[in-house]
C-alpha cells in the first residue's frame, strides 16, 4: 500500500516537474522536490522499490532544472 501512495504522488511530482520546465516556472521546483522526498519516505518504507525509484528520478530531474535556472527561475 505505502508503495502506491509513493507511485501516485511520484507520478504527480513528475507532472508538475514538466510543467516547471516551462521557461519562467523554475520557482515550482522547490514545491516538487519536497513533495517527492515525502513519496521517496513512502517508498523507502515499501517493500516495492519501483516508487523510490520513481522519485529519485523527479528529484534529480528538478535539481537539475534548479541548476540550470541558478535555483529561482
Known amino acids: ?3 502506491i501512495g509513493s507511485l501516485v504522488i511520484g507520478v ?3 507532472v508538475l516537474a514538466v510543467f516547471a520546465f516551462i521557461p519562467l516556472l523554475g520557482w515550482a521546483n522547490w514545491v516538487i ?3 517527492a522526498v515525502v513519496g521517496l519516505a513512502l517508498g523507502a ?7 523510490r525509484n520513481l522519485n529519485i528520478v ?9 541548476m540550470l ?3 529561482i527561475i
Open 33 to 35: 522536490i519536497p513533495f
Open 12 to 14: 504527480i511530482a513528475l
Open 58 to 66: 523527479v528529484i534529480v530531474i528538478g535539481v537539475i532544472r534548479l
Open 45 to 51: 518504507m515499501s517493500d516495492k522499490t519501483s516508487g
Open 1 to 3: 500500500m505505502l508503495n
Open 69 to 71: 535556472g541558478g535555483g
